[in-house]
């Protein structure tokens, strides 16, 4: 299966790494593609076979799946191409697609495919599993260092200084879609357990700031006819203080369960 792989960030340069070390076997690292393509083509210098830099209208001619590892307000451009030509895009900003539903609709008539990796969170598949019955309610709790949530767009609306806080603190209760327009760059995680789940509107949240964490924390409670559970897991951050590095190890995995021979969970 031939990569791309979109955005060298945190992430993006982690799994370029990773590909281009044939880390994922039947996987090809083939090219990258980022805004900044002086610096994309020194690092792809860096990488053990260097690729090429291409732009992203130029996906479509050289991959079969492009990973998608930058700002949430270019998925449209990197993911439209792509399922026209009936190929895969596998979205890290997954928030970005609750204002771009009609990519689904792209992906169900061309046979292309959108793939959202588990990411930050756990649990997906025991989330899945309960959604082929009846789910009552999901609620999440995510609680982050100051420096992870500060820039994000609902907090400069309402007006929100985390700089002088000094305890845990409550800075937004809502759904998952209204979180993800408040947050772009920090809750990718609410899209994706509510595409699993019972949806945007039904999945609910609750966003906390505590200057004393030095972790990202997520905590899912689940109930449904078929199972009540709870989960929790407490993820390293990145270089990028908004992403945790499970992240990026998320996409390797969905990109080694995409190619192997044996595929272990659902």
Same mark, same amino acid.
């Given at each position: 299966?031939?990569?791309?792989?979109?955005?060298?960030?945190?992430?993006?340069?982690?799994?370029?790494?990773?590909?281009?070390?044939?880390?994922?076997?039947?996987?090809?690292?083939?090219?990258?593609?980022?805004?900044?393509?002086?610096?994309?083509?020194?690092?792809?210098?860096?990488?053990?076979?260097?690729?090429?830099?291409?732009?992203?209208?130029?996906?479509?001619?050289?991959?079969?799946?492009?990973?998608?590892?930058?700002?949430?307000?270019?998925?449209?451009?990197?993911?439209?191409?792509?399922?026209?030509?009936?190929?895969?895009?596998?979205?890290?900003?997954?928030?970005?697609?609750?204002?771009?539903?009609?990519?689904?609709?792209?992906?169900?008539?061309?046979?292309?495919?959108?793939?959202?990796?588990?990411?930050?969170?756990?649990?997906? %598949? @025991?989330?899945? !599993?309960?959604? /082929?019955?009846? *789910?009552?309610? &999901?609620?999440?709790?995510?609680? #982050?260092?100051?420096?992870?949530?500060?820039?994000?767009?609902?907090?400069?609306?309402?007006?929100?200084?985390?700089?002088?806080?000094?305890?845990?603190?409550?800075?937004?209760?809502?759904?998952?879609?209204?979180?993800?327009?408040?947050?772009?760059?920090?809750?990718?995680?609410?899209?994706?357990?509510?595409?699993?789940?019972?949806?945007?509107?039904?999945?609910?949240?609750?966003?906390?700031?505590?200057?004393?964490?030095?972790?990202?924390?997520?905590?899912?409670?689940? %109930? @449904?006819?078929? !199972?009540?559970? /709870?989960?929790? *897991?407490?993820? &390293?951050?990145?270089?990028?203080? #908004?992403?945790?590095?499970?992240?990026?190890?998320?996409?390797?995995?969905?990109?080694?369960?995409?190619?192997?021979?044996?595929?272990?969970?659902?």
């Amino acid at each position: 299966m031939r990569v791309a792989i979109v955005g060298l960030g945190a992430i993006g340069s982690m799994l370029a790494e990773s590909l281009s070390n044939g880390r994922v076997p039947g996987v090809e690292l083939v090219a990258v593609a980022a805004r900044d393509r002086s610096k994309a083509a020194r690092f792809s210098s860096t990488l053990p076979r260097e690729v090429p830099v291409i732009a992203v209208s130029e996906l479509p001619e050289h991959c079969d799946l492009a990973v998608e590892c930058a700002p949430a307000a270019v998925l449209d451009k990197i993911a439209r191409p792509m399922l026209e030509a009936g190929k895969k895009v596998m979205v890290l900003s997954a928030g970005a697609l609750l204002a771009h539903a009609d990519l689904g609709e792209i992906a169900k008539r061309t046979g292309g495919q959108i793939v959202v990796p588990t990411g930050a969170l756990l649990g997906l %598949d @025991a989330i899945a !599993a309960a959604a /082929e019955g009846c *789910i009552r309610s &999901v609620r999440m709790k995510t609680t #982050k260092p100051v420096k992870g949530l500060v820039g994000a767009p609902y907090l400069d609306e309402q007006r929100i200084d985390l700089t002088e806080i000094e305890a845990p603190t409550k800075v937004f209760e809502g759904s998952a879609r209204e979180a993800a327009r408040g947050f772009p760059a920090n809750l990718n995680v609410a899209v994706a357990l509510s595409l699993a789940g019972i949806g945007p509107d039904r999945t609910m949240l609750e966003i906390w700031a505590d200057p004393a964490l030095d972790r990202n924390v997520h905590q899912i409670s689940v %109930d @449904a006819d078929s !199972a009540t559970f /709870e989960m929790t *897991i407490w993820n &390293v951050p990145s270089n990028n203080p #908004k992403t945790g590095r499970i992240t990026a190890l998320s996409a390797l995995a969905a990109l080694r369960k995409i190619s192997a021979p044996i595929r272990v969970g659902s």
